[in-house]
């Protein structure tokens, strides 16, 4: 102990402390094993701290301080000549880490705070995308002043994102417009998130057809929509602001009146946009004239093309066909169906030999069909037709023509015009509904036929092999009520239509009669996946007219809408009503329907679940 002693005092600027206080190293033993166990600490403290020397500072070599590096000696009596005393640097130290945790918290606050305002900011100035929050509406437009036709369009032409409803009725004002016989008539479109009145413009007659297109997609800003009248109206309105664009002067049609509405060609002056063609009728039937209208200006692309056609019965067409190879057809007839190329319309309105290169095509198949005095003309069918269609093919990039006559329904192929199949249906009038009913992924075909007295068969018609795949006959007294379809996001298709209300609960029989007395018309839904369920929607005291339904990409939901004319009193015209209904919506709150009893038995939780699924998708069924 004393040789220790001796080391400590020899130590060159340091002073012993006093010997009246307790030092440790006064109790250190000269045992060598008492040494190694005091270096043993100092190297697992992490080295020697001297007294005198700032902290992380090595010691000098030859010192042997590391023996008394343990002892903690007073503030007070240890003093140092040359080096700061540990506790002060380690204050300063401390004082400068709370002032970077402090400087580091403050910032980290600051920028909690920026962002968050940033977030509030982008909230209120950057708009979301619209919610269709009014998924059901429904709009009184006050009485209508007659006219058989009931056009109705869908489009978004306020940007929204949602569909929008146009339509054209007669007004019941008093009063005629100037050199116009009868009441005049007025285009209006409604917003389809509420039903108010986005614009409204007057027209001169009644219109026939209402269609809305891109005539130039992907340049032209906004949609236009071709407003076909009854007599010799054709104008194309900018569909965002309601005003019209062009009108065809009318004696560009001569004695002749429009016969149906007009059609969307190709491009065939060269000037960027597509063109149009108006078939128009002269006071003897047979005549019918073609004119090419330039879809940029709305002026005749050339002179007026005249046809004698020989034909008794409804007038079908005009409609654009265009082939696997792309030949451009026009189809068309009285009761039957021809069809006429549009190179040759346009060489006859040109006056000309030659046509563009773009309609020099031909298709082989349909070119073998000209008829020999009239070579022009190509024969397609002719049968008593009432109805024809397009419909898409699945395994071609043309389409397949399905036709309807009183008797039968026969689809012919697009390829080489022959029958696929042939279904024979006594009593067939209204015009079918495609849409996917089995799993071939092929359009199958939702049919009403008159059965009876107050009653209609509902049919659905496999489109790859023309059987019928489901029927069920439910009262209607409706003369003629709009049927339509929604595709799913699983390539099926939901299927609607109107019929008189049914019984929850199925009888023996077949037939269900209605419950409830003629005149309140159910909306009812038919799934592929539940073909003994049908779904009650909605309901309607008045004559359906017309029904579209929209798809609302965004929310993957789809819309119906409907045309209706109320129950007229004596002396006062019918109300005309614009409802709207969401499906999503109206799938889970509607009431359920069993058509015929089922092993097992079907609840209504399970139906819940899988119609909670369901997603509509924006799909082309005809083309």
């Given at each position: 102990m004393a040789t220790v002693l001796s080391r400590a005092l020899k130590l060159p600027g340091k002073k012993s402390p006093d010997l009246g206080e307790y030092d440790p190293l006064t109790q250190a033993d000269s045992d060598e094993s008492e040494d190694d166990l005091v270096l043993d600490l100092q190297q697992k403290?992490?080295?020697?701290?001297?007294?005198?020397?700032?902290?992380?500072?090595?010691?000098?070599?030859?010192?042997?301080?590391?023996?008394?590096?343990?002892?903690?000696?007073?503030?007070?009596?240890?003093?140092?000549?040359?080096?700061p005393v540990e506790p002060l640097g380690g204050l300063e130290q401390k004082a400068a880490s709370s002032i970077v945790s402090y400087v580091r918290t403050s910032v980290f606050l600051l920028t909690l705070v920026v962002s968050m305002v940033l977030v509030l900011v982008c909230a209120f100035l950057i708009p979301c995308p619209p919610r269709d929050l009014h998924s059901t509406?429904?709009?009184?437009?006050?009485?209508?002043?007659?006219?058989?036709?009931?056009?109705?369009?869908?489009?978004?032409?306020?940007g929204d994102g949602l569909r929008d409803v146009l339509l054209s009725f007669v007004t019941s004002r008093n009063g005629s417009a100037v050199g116009v016989s009868g009441p005049p008539a007025?285009?209006?479109?409604?917003?389809?998130?509420n039903g108010s009145?986005?614009?409204?413009?007057?027209?001169?007659?009644?219109?026939?057809?209402?269609?809305?297109?891109?005539?130039?997609?992907?340049?032209?800003?906004?949609?236009?929509?071709?407003?076909?009248?009854?007599?010799?109206?054709?104008?194309?309105?900018?569909?965002?602001?309601?005003?019209?664009?062009?009108?065809?002067?009318?004696?560009?049609?001569?004695?002749?009146?429009?016969?149906?509405?007009?059609?969307?060609?190709?491009?065939?002056?060269?000037?960027?946009?597509?063109?149009?063609?108006?078939?128009?009728?002269?006071?003897?039937?047979?005549?019918?004239?073609?004119?090419?209208?330039?879809?940029?200006?709305?002026r005749p692309v050339g002179r007026p093309v005249k046809y004698n056609v020989v034909g008794v019965g409804n007038l079908i067409g005009p409609q654009v066909y265009v082939t696997a190879n792309g030949a451009v057809y026009i189809l068309f007839g009285f009761g039957n169906i021809q069809a006429v190329?549009?190179?040759?319309?346009?060489?006859?309105?040109?006056?000309?030999?030659?046509?563009?290169?773009?309609?020099?095509?031909?298709?082989?198949?349909?070119?073998?069909?000209?008829?020999?005095?009239?070579?022009?003309?190509?024969?397609?069918?002719?049968?008593?037709?009432?109805?024809?269609?397009?419909?898409?093919?699945?395994?071609?990039?043309?389409?397949?023509?399905?036709?309807?006559?009183?008797?039968?329904?026969?689809?012919?192929?697009?390829?080489?015009?022959?029958?696929?199949?042939?279904?024979?249906?006594?009593?067939?009038?209204?015009?079918?509904?495609?849409?996917?009913?089995?799993?071939?992924?092929?359009?199958?075909?939702?049919?009403q036929i008159q059965d009876g007295v107050g009653m209609k068969k509902m049919m659905v018609v496999d489109g790859n092999s023309g059987s019928v795949v489901w029927s069920y006959s439910a009262p209607c007294h409706m003369e003629r009520s709009p049927t339509t379809s929604a595709v799913t996001s699983d390539q099926k298709s939901v299927f609607l239509f109107w019929a008189e209300g049914l019984s929850a609960t199925p009888p023996n029989s077949d037939v269900i009669l209605g419950t409830e007395p003629p005149g309140l018309h159910h909306l009812y839904l038919l799934h592929p996946a539940f073909p003994s369920?049908?779904?009650?929607?909605?309901?309607?005291?008045?004559?359906?007219?017309?029904?579209?339904?929209?798809?609302?990409?965004?929310?993957?939901?789809?819309?119906?809408?409907?045309?209706?004319?109320?129950?007229?009193s004596?002396?006062?015209?019918?109300?005309?009503?614009?409802?709207?209904?969401?499906?999503?919506?109206?799938?889970?709150?509607?009431?359920?329907?069993?058509?015929?009893?089922?092993?097992?038995?079907?609840?209504?939780g399970e139906l819940r679940r899988f119609l909670s699924r369901i997603k509509f998708v924006d799909s082309p069924l005809q083309i």
């Open positions: 403290n992490g080295g020697v701290k001297n007294g005198t020397s700032p902290l992380g500072e090595a010691p000098e070599p030859d010192s042997d301080a590391e023996v008394a590096g343990p002892a903690k000696p007073h503030l007070s009596e240890v003093t140092t000549e040359r080096y509406w429904s709009r009184h437009l006050g009485p209508q002043g007659g006219g058989d036709l009931s056009p109705l369009e869908l489009a978004d032409v306020n007025v285009l209006m479109c409604l917003s389809g998130m009145t986005l614009w409204s413009s007057p027209l001169p007659e009644e219109a026939r057809d209402i269609t809305c297109l891109d005539l130039m997609p992907g340049s032209m800003p906004g949609t236009v929509c071709l407003v076909t009248g009854t007599h010799k109206m054709l104008s194309a309105f900018n569909a965002t602001s309601g005003k019209a664009i062009w009108t065809l002067n009318s004696n560009y049609l001569s004695n002749g009146t429009l016969a149906a509405p007009g059609v969307v060609l190709p491009d065939v002056d060269e000037d960027g946009v597509r063109d149009l063609v108006v078939l128009a009728v002269g006071e003897p039937q047979p005549d019918l004239c073609f004119l090419l209208v330039s879809g940029r200006t709305g190329a549009l190179r040759d319309l346009f060489v006859q309105a040109q006056n000309r030999d030659s046509s563009p290169p773009s309609l020099q095509i031909e298709e082989p198949e349909w070119e073998k069909r000209r008829s020999i005095n009239l070579s022009e003309l190509i024969d397609i069918y002719s049968d008593g037709v009432e109805l024809l269609q397009m419909v898409k093919a699945p395994d071609s990039n043309c389409s397949n023509l399905l036709i309807t006559t009183s008797q039968v329904l026969v689809l012919l192929r697009g390829q080489n015009l022959t029958p696929y199949w042939t279904l024979r249906l006594p009593g067939l009038h209204s015009q079918p509904t495609p849409g996917y009913f089995t799993d071939d992924q092929t359009l199958d075909f939702l049919l369920i049908l779904l009650d929607l909605a309901n309607a005291t008045g004559t359906v007219t017309a029904s579209e339904v929209g798809i609302n990409d965004l929310w993957k939901d789809a819309f119906y809408v409907t045309r209706t004319t109320g129950p007229s004596r002396g006062h015209p019918a109300p005309l009503v614009v409802s709207k209904l969401s499906l999503r919506w109206a799938l889970m709150e509607g009431q359920m329907v069993q058509l015929k009893e089922t092993t097992p038995k079907i609840g209504r």
